[in-house]
């Protein structure tokens, strides 16, 4: 402890003032990193339209399509609230109007716990899903599965490495082959959150070529979503602290060259792409609320859901709601005249029809 007392006048002066000059400069620090996740902000409900529960499942976080058969899969897994039960993968039939969601039975792995996904169908017309695995120990894997007939699941394998520092997001582009998003570089999760709230880029992609992972891009600002537009073999990526989306161009051996970034909003999460090319991008406005809604998900957490076309560059406000429907929303999927919407501790999937005109 300082002993003031031996310090005398002049000391005493300025230790408080440099004392204070410390408080102050901190205080508009953290007023500063609060503002920019988005703790002031504050989302009116603006939804009109037609809201139906298709699911309650715990933590649907993450949603893919596959469009040919119009079947959505997605994954259950709440992180929020008290231990953690083995998660699973579900697929629902949206051309069946009074179909349920099924789970899928697969044995492998038994420490199952999903966040992020993606359907990947091959040349044979093999279907497959990837998704990251956060197991009980801290460490991370890419689990792989083929759909090999209706309501089944063969587990194909299991790709580790220390490469996997803290996986969002993943997007396949062939069979064992796959881009993954790392929010932080750090295998701690505690580093992981000092960084966050110090605003450090220290988030990157690696590329899993089959046999190994290479860093393909660094110095990310919390990466969290990842789609790729098959058709112009273009990678995008959303940072959710700096709300910009990145674009890059698949080059040969999976290498990505920057081809541009515009800013979308704050809280950028998932991305998914429709059969036009359109970005659907799901975005968490208030940061702070949904930080306090995972430790306690009475608390609301506003949602807003825009879609882009990142051709123009042109982007158009779709949905935008306080959480009282439906907090903490991570993902957008726009099938027919619906949009299907998946949240990070909600226990429910749903399906919306809005009145306006979104598309």
Known sequence: MTNLIGMGKKGIYWFLLSTGLLLVILSVYTGVRFKS?????????RFEGICK??????GPEALQLDREEGILYFISNNPCTGPNPRGGIYFLKLDSPNALARQFKFDL??????HGLSFFRDHQGKKYLFTNNHKEDGSHTVEIFMVTGTGELSHEITISGTELTSPNDLVAVGPRQFYVTNDGRSHDRTIRSIDTFLGRK??????YNGTEFIEVVDNLYFPNGIAIDRGSNQLFVGETL?????MYQIAEEGA?????????GIGIDNISIDEDGQLW??????LWALSKHMKNTNKLSPARVTK???RSKGMKLIYEESGALLSGVSVAISYNDDLYLGAVCGHKLVRLRIIDDYK
Do not use: Q, R, W
């Open 202 to 207: 220290t988030g990157n992609v690696m590329f």
């Open 281 to 286: 991008v799901a975005l968490h406005p208030n």
């Open 256 to 264: 990505l060259e920057h081809v541009d970034n515009f800013f979308i």
């Open 109 to 114: 792995p038994m420490d199952f716990h999903p």
């Open 37 to 45: 996740l988005g703790a002031f902000v504050e989302i009116k409900d």
């Open 242 to 246: 700096s709300g910009m989306l990145k």
């Open 308 to 310: 882009v076309n990142y």
């Open 53 to 58: 529960v298709v699911a309650e499942v715990p």
